[in-house]
Every structure is written in C-alpha cells, then in structure tokens.
C-alpha cells in the first residue's frame, strides 16, 4: 500500500493515492517525536549542532543546494531510503521537516532571508547507508533520514538552534455541542487523506492526523491545530469550503469558509487559544554555498 519515494505535495497541491506513504510519514514524524520514540532535539535549551552530538550523526554523502527559480510557487518533497529531494523550501520549512514539528511557527528567529530565499535539494546517502536504510523500519529510517537533514543544514546553512516551550497562539479543534456531522469508518479501511483546491476527503482518518493536516493548511496561517475534539477513532467525511483566513468567504463563493465549513458539515469548531508548545529557536544560519 505503501510505496517508496512518494511524492509530497504542500499547500492545495493534490495528495493522491500513490503518495499515501508519503502523507503517512508527515502525519507520523510529529507524533514520533511527540511520544519520544526518538528525541533529535537536545533535551535542554542549549545550542545544538549535528557536531555536538556524542555519536557522529548519520549524513548525506552528496547534497546539492540551488535556489529556487523565481516562477516557481509550488512546493514538492520527494523521500525514500537514502534519498531526499526538494523543490521550493525555504530554511525555516526545512527546519520544521528536520526537527519532526508540525508547524513553521514553531521555528523561531533567525534572519531575514530564512523565509525570503528558498532552495532547490538533491541529498543522497552512500550505497551502504542506503541499503541499510532500506531495511529499516517506516519509524527507523524516517528517524535515520531527520538527522541526516539536521547535518545537512548544520553543515551547509551553519545552523544553530537552541530548544524550549513557548506559549503560541494556536486552535484547539473542538466538538460543537450539537455533535458531530459525520460517521465512524468501516473496519479494516485504508487511512487516506486526499485535498485539492477547496475539497478534502477522508477515509479511516484519526481526529490527530485531521488536526496536523489542518496546521499545513494556508488558511490557519501559521497556527498549529490541537486536537481537543476527544475522539478517539477513526473517521469517514468529506469537506468542501472556499478559501479564506477567518473572515469568511465572499459572497460569490460556492461554499462557506473553512471555519465555517467545518461548523456547518462537520460539527467541528476551531477555538483560538494560547497553548505552550515546543519550539525550535534559530540563534545564527548564513547563506549555504549554491552549487
């Protein structure tokens, strides 16, 4: 079901079937990292590197790094053992990837042009590393693949980072008093979770995964989602909305606004709060070297 270097397509971009392995491991990194499976992140606010760490850290044997072109607008990751490849990205998304967060504001600092400048990447492991990679685990070599990003931006952007808790506006994903408007999957359903434009369908999806696609949606404009519906199995719904960011959509739409959208098909609600959250702090990058 799931296949090996599946595309990923960001913003309103299609998720289609063939990249289902691809939707599962960014639904999954940030609850990897969130239930300590595995810790990137040093466990105290000091500044980290891939050089600081005891081990030497797995990297990439060959990486090219070129800008972006200027018309290019889509973003596009592409990933499999031992490979990544990236179209679009500025630092602080190849951060939020890097680290296993679920939101880009969860980046913090850092200059001017970590959102301005943004960059086309070939990375590529050694044969060896790869053929290992291969017989990892979904959770092994995704694990494998984030500390090789980490080298990869501390080698060539000189990053460094420091880690802690900060208290961000974010949107907690509530249950309407009224209940919700849609129905508890059939057993044994493929999880998949396809949007294009104004549409989203979900088939065997927790209420987790729809709170981190929700968080990479335009829309929410930065915020991370939290799901604090307390549902706790998985879902079949559909969503159609028009584009807007909380101030509704104009009068010439086919359908309501997200927010409304989800109010009105769902009985779901999107409650802004204040929440502590974990974060990333960029204390200094340069301008890698373009090849």
Known sequence: MLQHGSNVLCGSRLWNPRRRRARFLRYAVPLIFALGIFDVLPCCTQLATATQNADPSPSFEVASIKPSRPDAHDLDWDDSPGRVTVSGYDLRQLIRE???LKSIA???GGPKWLDSERFDIVAKADDAETARMQKMSDADWVRERSLM???LLAERFQLKISRDTRALPVYALVVLKSGIKF????AGEDGDLDGWGGHLSA???TMDAFADHLTQMRDIAGRMVLNRTRLSGLYDFHLD????RGDGASQDSPFAGLYTALEEELGLKL???????????VESASEPSLD
């Open 241 to 244: 909305w028009s584009r807007d």
């Open 183 to 186: 129905k508890v999957a059939k």
């Open 98 to 100: 890097a680290y296993g």
């Open 203 to 205: 088939t065997g999806i």
């Open 271 to 281: 409650k802004p709060q204040k929440a502590a959250v974990d974060v990333v702090i």
């Open 106 to 108: 969860q980046v913090l």
């Open 149 to 151: 990003l980490q080298s």
